[in-house]
C-alpha cells in the first residue's frame, strides 16, 4: 500500500471516529411566549439548562434553534425544533443528515404523563405513547429503535383535561422542584455522551 493511500485511509478512519463522537440532542417543545414555560416544553427547558452550564448560546437556523458544545472529546449538538411539536420529525431528520449523526447518536427528550413528577427515564426504545412529537420522529426516521429521554409531569388532571394540563404552566411547587431537577437531567445528557446508553440508564433511570 502507497504512503498516500496510507494517510487517505487514516484520515477516513479518523472523519468516522469524529462522527461516532457526534451527538444530536432533540428537545421537544412548541415556539413561541405562550407555550414556553408549559410543562409540554420540558424537552426545551433542560436544553437550557445543559447549554447554560457549557457556555453554550442558542442561534435560529433551518428548522429550530442550535447550540453546540465540546465536552470530554464528545461534541453536542443541541435543537429546538421550530416546526411546533407535530411535525418535529421533519427537524430532526435533517439535522441528522446534515450533520451525518446515526440513530444511536441521537436523543429525544419528552415530557411524559406515565411518569411521576420530576422523575427521569432513558430507553433505547418504544413507543410513541400517544406523544405527537414522538409519533412525527417514528414516521420520519420510519423506526422506533432511537433513544429517548422522558421527564415525568405527573398525570395532576381530571378525565379529558390531558391537553389542558400539558399546554398549562407549572405550578409554584413544580417550579421550585425543577430548580434542583433540570442540572440532574443536564448530567444525564452528557453521560449518555461520554459513558454510553447503558450505563447512563443504569445510572440515571428513576432518579
Known sequence: MSCCSSLKNLFKKEA????????LIIG???????????RHNIGFR??????KEHNASFETDKLGD??????????????????YMNLSGK???????????GV?????ITDDLNIDFGTIRLKSKGSDGGHNGLKDIQEKLNTTKYPRFRFGVGANYSKGRQVDFVLSE???EEKSV??????????????FGTAGLNNTMSNFNGK
Open 16 to 23: 468516522k471516529e469524529d462522527l461516532m463522537k457526534k451527538f
Open 28 to 38: 421537544l417543545g412548541n415556539i413561541g411566549e405562550k407555550y414556553e414555560n408549559t
Open 46 to 51: 433542560i436544553l437550557d439548562e445543559l447549554a
Open 66 to 83: 442550535i447550540a453546540k458544545f465540546r465536552f470530554k472529546g464528545r461534541t453536542f449538538i443541541l435543537l429546538k425544533p421550530s416546526t
Open 91 to 101: 427537524a430532526v431528520k435533517y439535522w441528522m443528515t446534515k450533520e451525518k449523526i
Open 104 to 108: 444511536d447518536n441521537v436523543l429525544v
Open 170 to 172: 407549572w405550578s409554584k
Open 178 to 191: 425543577l430548580i434542583e431537577r433540570l442540572p440532574v437531567a443536564a448530567k444525564l445528557i452528557t453521560s
